[in-house]
Structure formats: C-alpha cells, structure tokens
C-alpha cells in the first residue's frame, strides 16, 4: 500500500496546519484524530484503539509520528516520513492503569527538544482519553496547553482535486450500493442478508474501484426503530407497512461520499409522504443557496423556511463538512449546516446534507452529498431523492 | 428489536456493578464505553459519535440513559429502562467549541441530586474526551472525582451462560467466514473483493442466525505489510509468495469470536513455517496451563517457555479478555495474558490468545478464542491452526 496522494501534497498540507498553528499561537500540536494524522501524513492503519500521535513542531521540519511498537511498520508503510520519526512504544505501556502512553510521548517530546512553549491538544477527539490528557501534562512541566481540537480539521475542509477524485470515486460506488441496498429491503428478507449485500456492494466497488470501510456501519433501521436514526440491523425480516432508512457512504481511500434514502413496502401512511415532499422542496432550497460567500446559517434557513409551511418541526442541524475519516464519524467537526454558523462557504468545501425527520413511530433520511464550485452547488451523485415506494 | 437479555439479567449486571462502586467508594459513576452501557441496560446504537453516558448511582434505583436527542429513541427500543429515564440533550451542544453535552450531563445530575459525593469517571475510555472531563469537572462543583476506569469492565469478565451462548453463535459464524476469507485469498484475486466475500459470510452468518458487525474491520496485513497486524485492505491483487494474516471476528448481539489465520500463497519461506510451528506449539502449551486457579501471567509463562527455545523474539502480550464490544476494539481492557498480570483465572472468563509473530519483512498471526471452564480451557471453535499453504 502508498500512500493515496504524492509526497508534495502532503507537504502542502504540514505548511498549511503549521501555519494554522502559528496563527493560533502553538509550538507544537500533539494531534490524535487518525483522519487528521492520516491527512498530514498519509497513516492508514486500524491502530488507533491504542493511543497514538503525530507531533507537529513548528521547529521540526517533519513530524514524528508515535504509536504501539507492533504498529510502527504500518507507518513505513503508509507514510513518506523518514524511518527515525516513526517510533513504536513499549508493550507495557498497552492498558495499563499506573502508567499511559502518553508518558512516552512526554518523554519523546523531551527527548527531540519540543517540551517547552504551547502545546496544542485536541481536547475533544475520539482517541485522547482524560487519563492520556493528564499524563501527558504531568509529563510536560514546562509547557502551556491550549485546546487545539479543530486546527488540523480545519485545514482539511477545502479540499484539493485530488481529494475531489476520490469523492467522485466513493460517488460511483455509493450510487451502486444504494441500488443493491434498496433492492434488498423487500418483505421477508432479513436485515442481516440487506447488509451483506450492501457490504459486499460498497467494498468490492465499481468499474475496477475497490471500496474502503465506512466510518459508520450501515444505518438500517426500521419501522418504529426509524423514528430515531442509529440503529443497526437485527436477523428480523423486513415486514410489508413499515419504512426503512439506509444510511450508507462509498468510501474510496477513508474519502466518503454518504447517502440516506428511505424505503417504504407498501403505500406509505401519508404524514411520511408528505415528509418526502417537504425534505426534497427543503433540500432543493437548501441546494439553491449554498454557494461561495453564503453562510451555512443561510443554507439552513432556506431548509427552514421549506419546512415552517410544512407543520413538520426539526431541531437537530441538516449536515456538516464530509471527507477523510474513520470510525466513529465520518463528519469532520467543523462547519455544521445549522442556525448559528456563519462560516462563509468557499469553492471544494464539501458537505453531507441529511435534513431527517424523526416521526413519533416512524422516519423518514433524504441525503446529498455536495461540493461547493465557483459559483453554487455540485451534488456528487444523482440518484432520485423522494421516498421510494416498493409495492 | 429487543434487549439481547432478559430482564433479570440486567438487573443482576446492575446489582453487581453497584456493589462494585460501593467496593471502590463511589456515589456513582457515569458510564461512557458504549459496551459498559450496552451491558448495563441493552442500550445498543452506533450514537457513540457524539457524547453519551449512563449514570449509575448508588442513591438511584434504575440508572439514567443521556444520549443526543435524536438517539433518546434509540433507548426506548433497546432498553428496560423507563422512559422518564432516558433522556436526550439539545442538538446545539453538538460538536461546539464553548459548550459541551457533558455540561448538560452536570445539570441532570444536579436536578437527580446526585451531584455530591465521589463520582467515577471512565477516564481511559475513547468516547469521554479531556473536553467533555473538564465541562463535567466545572460542572460539578461539589463532587470529588476518581478513576471508574474498569469498574464496569470487570464486571464483565466472567460470563453469563446466555452472554456464553453469543458467542457460541459467534464461534459459528466465524469458522464459517474464515473459510470463505481463506478460500478467497488466491493470486491475482484483488484484497477488497476477499473482504466483500468475508462481510457477506460474517453478517449473513449461517444457520439462520445472524451476524451483526465486528469492532474490529477484517484485518488483511499482506506481503511486507504483514509484518505490522493493523493494516486493512487495498484493491491491489494477493501475490504468490507473499504471506496474508486474516485477523476476522464472528459477532453476534455485539459478542465476538476473534480468530487469526495466516495464509501462504506457495511455497513459505522457512522463517515463516518455523514460526507457525512456534506459535501451535506456544498455544497449545499455553492453553494447558489455562485452568482456574493460575493467572495471565503464568499462561503466557508456558507460551514464552516454547518460545524461549525458537530464537524467535515477542515484547507484546499475546491475549486479553473478549466479549461484547463496540468499535474501535473487541478486547475488554481488563486482563491481558502478559508477564505481571496476576489476574486469576476463574470459570466462564473469556480470551482471545493471539501470539502474532511480527518479523522484519513479513508475519504470521494464529490464534485461538477460549473458555475458562472448571477444570481448563475449552475452545470456542475447532479450526486447524497451522500456516495455511496454498500452492
């Protein structure tokens, strides 16, 4: 395996986060999100259930990526980093209760002369815990610490062609799961068998594109279960009256291109078509408004003004910024399209547009995946949006 | 769907973790591994992604679901729990720089009265961040805090005879899904239509019972990149002369079975096929050794007994305790089969034992899922050990 982009990207992208740091007043970034170390540096493993980093320093030229012993060829592998800044920590470290990881790493950071000045944390990732976040600032006396969740992903919200080609890729391969994902929901077949074929649809991929693992498992749920919308899948058959969502992203290289569409077997109860037509009108407008120099408040209040008229009531934000991820989130926490959030649009920001409606016994995720061009929006696939209706 | 358990079970789990809080000295604990909350109360939803918690408290009878409001539903249709005790937090607290859920989390308790005391915090779990621990922190000025890391965990050790059936299920479907993986690692073959092959397997399961997702994808290091265990797959073609470790889980209701094989596509280099004798000796001597009564350290003893005469080197630990898991690992992170584990083993605890050999240019990973009975250790599946040569 190579890494997904030549050497000079990722040198483009180290020059982007340590100017980001600079700006926000950091010596140095202990970064801890896999889609942020994977962007800076091309690291692609499932080592990320045992703490690991990458140290960005502004004094360092390149940075040095530290994970469990075991792993530390996963990074020659994966990366163009020099073999000196890809270090493997001591077994003994690995779940222990009087000691942590990130001991080492404090050491590291001592050991390559960064123990000093502002560090940055990403106070609120996935695979920094609490202890590893005490350790490590036990271990650095000398340093300040600033919460620096969201400077890497910030970096990551405008993407290069490069990318974009990947997205395309996971486009062509969710346009293809998604049919085969709602070929499958038919009455009597299980929900397992549903998501075999999804799975086996979306990783063998299409037109000579193998697919990637999702960040988030196929979202399948079903009848009451779609009223609200993370449930996984059972071995029960799907039942003629009830509608289900499907969730799903076509993932080319941790780059994902999510979709939702909902099924329904048999002729819908009329509030769940009506929900249909209010979230197609809803996603048009929102469509409509998306451009460079608009908001994503803006975007949303276009969806909000659809779905005022409706009677339908939704709290929950209609989508975030989409790209490189893994497990639990494909969503980069940054930008969310919702009422608050001024961040001006910019041409190759890419989003997941998901305005579902949670009914009382029943629900209904219409989905698209967008880029930001010169002048509006460019959904990645075309796939029909309303509610499909399998008689 | 339906809790994985009957009710009593629940309640039994609940009674033995309050008995374990009382031991270690705690009011209550907020519960955030999805596992520990999932084997609390059933609660089961890939909703992990934003910030969830269980609160147990002594003072409280049934303890207090909070996830995102979309998700509360999510606990209605896989929890006991009454409705009055599931809640969900607003969407603005959503992946928000100047607020977090956690403070929500403090307000809750607080409105419970059950924000004084010692509480426990999970504070080496993956979906608790240094963010959310500082907003609870503020957030509960009258607490006094302390590491709950494990307290559930341990819990969770020795099995029940229904959590035992899962993952006979599981060992099921596993043997199934190793014969389809193997079978499709063949040159020329690309690696993610062998992963497509082993989804398909592992989700369908066989004999009508269902398999549900592993919280590790299929691990499929090859050639080179074997001699590192985390690498997942590409769409590049198997080659002959390279070596493939499979590491895959049969799961069923969140239960795994884990196995390892390792496949030689002609003819091994001899390293390769002295290392898989070194390991079949190592685990069976180590399973030998593993009865109630001795501990983790004295089985990987016997293991590093056998290997002390092969030449060949391991630092890591070669096992730790399996069962229900959420992503991003099936292992429990309580006891591991390594040298200074003196955890003693006791009837119904489970293992996954898998002494990998990492060598510079390739690798080879066998291993065995096992049972503490009364008298030794039972295997969950009967599946040959040795490298598997295809010519």
Redesign the interface.
């Known amino acids: 395996?190579e890494p997904a982009f030549p050497k000079a990207e990722y040198d483009h992208r180290l020059a982007k986060v340590k100017a980001a740091m600079e700006a926000a007043g950091l010596d140095s970034l202990v970064v801890t999100e896999p889609a942020n170390m994977g962007w800076v540096t091309g690291y692609?493993?499932?080592?990320?259930?045992t703490p690991q980093c990458l140290l960005v320093a502004l004094e360092l030229d390149e940075p040095v990526l530290i994970v469990r012993?075991?792993?530390?060829?996963?990074g020659?592998?994966?990366t163009y980093l020099d073999h000196g800044n890809i270090l493997g920590y001591?077994?003994?470290y690995?779940?222990q209760?009087d000691r942590?990881p990130m001991d080492w790493v404090a050491e590291e950071m001592s050991r390559r002369g960064i123990a000093t000045g502002t560090v940055g944390?990403e106070?609120?990732?996935?695979?920094?815990?609490?202890?590893?976040?005490?350790h490590l600032k036990a271990g650095l006396p000398n340093c300040a610490f600033q919460?620096g969740?969201?400077v890497v992903n910030w970096c990551r919200a405008i993407k290069s062609d490069a990318e974009l080609a990947y997205m395309r890729d996971a486009a062509r391969i969710i346009e293809h799961t998604m049919r085969i994902g709602i070929e499958a929901v038919t009455p009597g077949i299980?929900?397992?068998?549903a998501?075999?074929?999804i799975?086996?649809?979306s990783?063998?991929?299409v037109d000579?594109?193998?697919?990637?693992?999702p960040a988030?498992?196929p979202?399948l749920p079903t009848g009451?279960?779609a009223?609200?919308?993370?449930?996984?899948?059972?071995?029960?058959p799907f039942k003629t009256g009830e509608a289900t969502i499907l969730e799903l992203a076509g993932v080319r290289r941790r780059y994902h291109c999510p979709m939702a569409r909902t099924v329904s077997l048999g002729k819908p109860p009329q509030k769940l078509q009506d929900a249909s037509d209010v979230i197609c009108d809803g996603i048009a407008a929102a469509l409509d408004a998306a451009k460079p120099g608009a908001t994503c408040a803006e975007v949303e209040l276009a969806w909000r003004r659809v779905l005022a008229k409706s009677g339908f009531e939704k709290?929950?934000?209609i989508g975030?910024s989409v790209g490189l991820n893994y497990?639990?989130?494909w969503?980069e926490?940054t930008m969310?399209i919702?009422s608050?959030d001024k961040t001006v649009l910019q041409p190759n920001m890419t989003f997941h547009m998901i305005p579902?409606l949670?009914l009382d016994d029943c629900g209904i995720e219409i989905s698209e995946c967008f880029l930001i061009t010169e002048t509006g929006a460019e959904c990645f696939y075309d796939f029909p949006r309303p509610l499909v209706v399998k008689d």
């Open positions: 395996m692609d493993g499932w080592s990320f259930y012993g075991m792993d530390a060829n996963a020659k592998v994966t001591p077994d003994h690995v779940q209760m942590h944390l106070m609120d990732s996935y695979y920094f815990s609490p202890m590893g976040y005490e919460n969740q969201g299980r929900q397992c068998d998501v075999a074929a799975y086996d649809a990783i063998r991929g000579g594109i193998g697919g990637d693992y988030i498992v979202m009451f279960g009223s609200t919308p993370h449930l996984t899948w059972s071995d029960a709290e929950s934000r975030y497990p639990p989130d969503g926490h969310s919702r608050g579902g949670m």
